[in-house]
């Protein structure tokens, strides 16, 4: 029997890379985000300063995983067979989870996973213990560290998000935007502020529980952190200043990769314990039960020796450190979390990820109405004052093109904030969520620098708010499914724990089946800005129309075959389907007016004839849409079918269409418009004159009784989308003929 418990130990240890895996691609963009997102150094560098400080902090740290072994619950209320089933649950539940928030590119904490997958299981445990022998959960849990964490999320929200807007608008009103003039004034002295701080939090938080914590640097700095900082404050703003005068060196960008290295040191350093802590908990507890004095079985074994503080061997933190330093630099899902959160804060407008939603709405007109009052308030010659401060350089479209999702300046003020809310929080030993406070802080910062415009910010707010929605759902679910998983595993054993293993497994690998074709359709929907020239412009815009319109057909099929048979996959796959092209054509709508800004003075007037079509390329989807959603409905809500007449009309109907909208498609990208008028007067005459006729047909049937109302409205509103279908079409052909007219115009200008 000792065996199993033995291979037990084993899969947590084995599941324990997985978790480094999925942890450090959720985790990397709490220090790669600023670092990234201003370009402060080539991308390569970057990823070497990192991969240096994550080998520092797991290196330095001091190996007391302290949270996994009697932070949440009390060992001394277990025995050993139970502890092993707790973490087994632990490690399977946040693989799963985690590995989930990459797939979909949602950053969240590891640390709060952890606490409450911990939780969620000790309670599964203590709940059945409880029902077998009686007691309260009290005994068996430390409840109180769970609601300081739920505190913890809270505040530093909240306080993130203050504190990075408040010091953004003071930094960008001293220096503006006009940064190549104030930075020679007032470089030097916020490089040294911002570096004193990133060498405080780096001595201080980084090296704290490290082998260097008896260095005469690192006690002085954990002793006297005000003199730590005005000491180097004066140190850096001297050397700074020199390396303005007589050298073309930016500090700031050492600043953000200082900046970089000590967030990244202080996650290996901290965060470690959220993917090693519980399996080594799990090895703790099986030598003290296997080399117990008196021969004890294990599930009567009391655990309360797991109390006691134990060292980590040194190889586990540097296995752990190369795991995480590899996945870095080939995590494809690390890249995707960390571009949810440059995209929510960059300076530019343009497609947004995020739609909109009743909450942002109500958000952004708050804010608008508030800015109002202090319109009235404030005097006009102090808001054009700080207007002039905030006033951002114009740019030329390829200039805009090329420059960073935001500048070195805001990269330093989210990494010095970020430093000192996370330091501050260490020195009062309260729980931090190093996750919370940068995404939190990068978001006050966007607003401040106004990144979030009147255009942009109802989107950005959303996201925002979908972000930190995840946040608590993590907290949640994490406590739910570990609470479900520790059950099956206490009464399904051996079994239980090869299957629940195995599902891990399987969704691990499903997700990087999934995440790679998310991947592959967001490069199929390249920028046409890329590849647009004035000399390819005709050819670009027709080749994405046609690619865009060749879905349509599909969408006809998928939806009549799931109506037809009752087939919900069908009409899953033509949602969607139509779902994708209503995305697509409304990033379209956003290239029209980037083609705009690479094009001439001169070919305005063209153009417009391509606003044109993408405008009807929109109702088109939305008609497609309409079609695959209300069929969809109709089968999942198991509604009573059409009738076979029914079908066979509708059937009849769609391949009409289908054929008709092919044929222009085939028009379109022939550039074969000979024909235009043939297809407009002849076939588009009979198609409405055959809908017409059916559209009769049914109403004769509802006059007679012999279709209930659902089917009649699901009937009929399918006959007028393929109506509008057939009139979008014509429009967009007449419309690229006109663009196509055009080219001989542009070529003679």
């Not at 590899?326 to 990820?353: F, H, P």
Request: hydrophobic share 50%; glycine share 6%; net charge positive.
């Amino acid at each position: 029997m000792e065996n199993i418990y033995l291979i037990f130990v084993v899969i947590l240890f084995a599941l324990a890379i997985t978790d480094l895996v999925v942890g450090v691609s959720n985790d990397a963009v709490n220090f790669l985000v600023s670092a990234l997102g201003s370009r402060s150094a080539p991308f390569w560098l970057i990823m070497i300063v990192s991969s240096f400080g994550i080998l520092a902090g797991a290196l330095s740290s001091d190996g007391m995983m302290e949270v996994a072994r009697k932070g949440i619950f009390n060992p001394d209320m277990y025995v050993f067979s139970e502890i092993i089933i707790i973490f087994l649950a632990v490690m399977i539940t946040d693989i799963i989870l985690l590995d989930l928030f990459n797939t979909f590119g949602f950053p969240t904490s590891t640390t709060v996973s952890l606490v409450f997958e911990l939780l969620g299981a000790a309670v599964g445990v203590a709940t059945i213990k409880i029902i077998q022998d009686g007691g309260l959960v009290a005994d068996y849990i430390n409840s109180n560290k769970a609601m300081t964490i739920i505190g913890g999320i809270l505040l530093s929200v909240v306080f993130a998000f203050s504190a990075g807007a408040l010091i953004q608008y003071l930094v960008r009103f001293v220096f503006s935007f006009n940064t190549k003039k104030t930075y020679k004034y007032f470089g030097a002295i916020w490089g040294g502020l911002a570096l004193s701080i990133i060498s405080y939090f780096l001595f201080a938080k980084g090296f704290k529980h490290s082998f260097a914590h008896d260095f005469a640097i690192v006690q002085w700095a954990l002793d006297k952190p005000l003199m730590f900082i005005l000491y180097s404050f004066g140190v850096w703003t001297v050397i700074f200043q020199l390396l303005v005068w007589f050298t073309k060196i930016n500090i700031l960008k050492i600043v953000v990769l200082a900046g970089t290295f000590a967030l990244a040191m202080a996650f290996a350093g901290n965060d470690l314990v959220n993917f090693i802590g519980v399996p080594l908990a799990g090895f703790s507890s099986w030598e003290i039960w296997s080399n117990s004095p008196i021969d004890i079985a294990a599930d009567a074994f009391n655990m309360g020796a797991l109390s006691k503080k134990v060292s980590v061997p040194s190889i586990f933190l540097v296995i752990a450190g190369g795991i995480m330093v590899v996945t870095l630099w080939t995590s494809k899902k690390a890249k995707s979390v960390t571009e949810t959160s440059i995209n929510l804060s960059r300076q530019s407008e343009g497609y947004e990820r995020f739609g909109s939603s009743p909450v942002a709405r109500s958000v952004v007109r708050a804010f608008v109405n508030s800015l109002n009052i202090f319109g009235f308030i404030i005097p006009k010659s102090v808001i054009k004052k700080a207007e002039k401060r905030f006033a951002k350089p114009k740019l030329s479209h390829k200039e805009a093109k090329k420059a960073p999702a935001f500048d070195l300046l805001r990269a330093s003020v989210n990494l010095v904030v970020a430093s000192i809310i996370i330091s501050i929080a260490t020195s009062y030993k309260l729980p931090l969520s190093t996750t919370y406070v940068t995404f939190m802080v990068a978001m006050g910062t966007s607003l401040s620098d106004r990144a979030w415009g009147r255009d942009s910010a109802v989107y950005r707010v959303t996201g925002v708010i979908s972000v930190i929605g995840g946040w608590f759902i993590t907290a949640f679910v994490a406590f739910s499914a570990a609470f479900v998983v520790v059950t099956i595993l206490y009464f399904g054993g051996i079994v239980a724990v090869v299957l629940l293993v195995a599902l891990a497994i399987f969704i691990f690998l499903r997700t990087k089946v999934i995440h790679r074709k998310r991947k592959e359709k967001k490069e199929e929907i390249k920028d046409i800005e890329d590849e647009v020239t004035n000399n390819n412009v005709f050819d670009k815009c027709t080749e994405s129309l046609v690619d865009e319109l060749s879905i349509v057909p599909k969408i006809l099929d998928y939806s009549l075959t799931g109506l037809k048979k009752a087939d919900r996959k069908s009409a899953k796959k033509a949602k969607k389907l139509s779902q994708e092209f209503r995305e697509n054509s409304k990033k379209m709508k956003y290239d029209v007016y980037k083609i705009i800004q690479i094009l001439q003075q001169n070919f305005i007037h063209s153009a417009q004839y391509y606003i044109r079509e993408i405008d009807y390329l929109r109702e088109t989807s939305n008609a497609a849409d309409f079609i695959s959603v209300r069929i969809f409905e109709h089968i999942d809500n198991n509604h009573e079918g059409l009738t076979e007449k029914q079908i066979e009309e509708l059937e009849t109907v769609k391949n009409l269409v289908k054929d008709y909208i092919i044929s222009i498609n085939g028009i379109i990208k022939n550039n074969r418009f000979g024909d235009i008028y043939y297809t407009q007067k002849d076939e588009k005459k009979t198609l409405l004159t055959k809908i017409e006729e059916i559209k009769t047909i049914q109403l004769r049937r509802v006059k007679t009784g012999e279709v209930s109302t659902l089917n009649s409205v699901l009937y009929l509103n399918i006959l007028s989308e393929y109506k509008n279908l057939i009139l979008f079409f014509i429009r967009i052909m007449k419309a690229q003929k006109k663009f196509i007219k055009s080219k001989e115009k542009w070529k003679t200008i």
